[in-house]
């Protein structure tokens, strides 16, 4: 689905072992991986400075990215010092990164106020895609395992759909990052869409919106199947969706959950947040976020 990546790491968040599986993440069609992790500044005493020891160490131990590159494979390393939510989308640009591949915890809303995520901030202030693994999982997978999710990142991709504004600009982009995609990335897809039994029209009985979503996400499936010669399911379950969505990922073997954002203004986002938001805070799988157009 995507020709060149930054896979950025804080050097604890077991990122840093794909510098082992360079071959495994060409074979999603990659030609172009940077690695990167940011130093902060060092801050003792009176001038802030640069902490060359740092950089110099983290450099020695992403070089192993080196060691085993396939030809057709351009790989690079950079070791930048500032803020990893200011250097992140400055070296994708830089690079043309197409993906950015990056971890956070799992946190509450009000956790993320308070301590901040690197992840979800750099996800609402870049347009470049960003994949957002769990460390915790990345950390214990053993090194067969890991060689297989390098391979498999978005090979089957769970799409929530519901026809609003987030779910159609989602599709776009999903359209204009496959129309051309490489061989062995994005094999075929799940449209989802989940109804809650609580919500809708007043009035309007259950099976009656059902029936209208199976027709909705047709058209869909068939615009999808039309201009990405993709095999895409689709599926219309009654539940809460985010249960709904988290379920599916786990009966359909999902690779990945594709999800966006179309932002509402800093209060809102603040006292209502987005339901992209909540698969981010919760997901134990990998999340592919569109971010929004800046």
């Avoid at 099976?207 to 999808?224: M, P, Q």
Wanted: charge should be negative.
């Amino acid at each position: 689905m995507f020709r060149s990546c930054l896979i950025c790491t804080d050097l604890s968040d077991g990122l840093y072992r794909f510098v082992e599986f360079v071959p495994d993440l060409a074979a999603n069609g990659l030609t172009k991986i940077v690695f990167l992790h940011s130093v902060p500044v060092w801050t003792e005493g009176n001038v802030p400075r640069i902490d060359t020891d740092k950089i110099e160490a983290a450099k020695a131990r992403l070089s192993e990215a080196l060691a085993n590159v396939p030809e057709t494979v351009e790989v690079e390393i950079e070791v930048p010092s500032g803020r990893a939510a200011e250097t992140i989308p400055n070296l994708a640009k830089q690079h043309q990164s197409e993906v950015i591949l990056t971890g956070t915890p799992i946190r509450s809303l009000l956790q993320e106020k308070i301590f901040g995520s690197t992840s979800l901030e750099l996800a609402k202030s870049t347009s470049t895609p960003v994949m957002i693994l769990r460390p915790q999982l990345i950390s214990t997978y053993t090194c067969e395992e890991l060689k297989l999710r390098c391979r498999n990142l978005w090979r089957y991709l769970l799409i929530p759909y519901n026809d609003g504004n987030s779910a159609k600009y989602l599709i776009e982009r999903i359209k204009d990052y496959a129309s051309d995609r490489p061989e062995n990335s994005l094999d075929q897809c799940l449209l989802l869409w989940a109804i809650e039994e609580t919500s809708g029209r007043r009035g309007v009985p259950t099976e009656y919106r059902v029936e209208e979503a199976n027709k909705r996400i047709a058209e869909v499936k068939a615009d999808l199947e039309d201009h990405l010669k993709l095999q895409v399911n689709t599926k219309v379950s009654i539940g809460n969706p985010l249960m709904e969505i988290l379920e599916t990922a786990v009966t359909e073997d999902i690779s990945a959950i594709a999800t966006s954002y179309v932002t509402r203004g800093a209060l809102l986002d603040w006292t209502a947040p987005s339901f992209a938001d909540e698969i981010l805070r919760n997901s134990w799988f990998p999340v592919l976020f569109f971010s929004p157009e800046q």
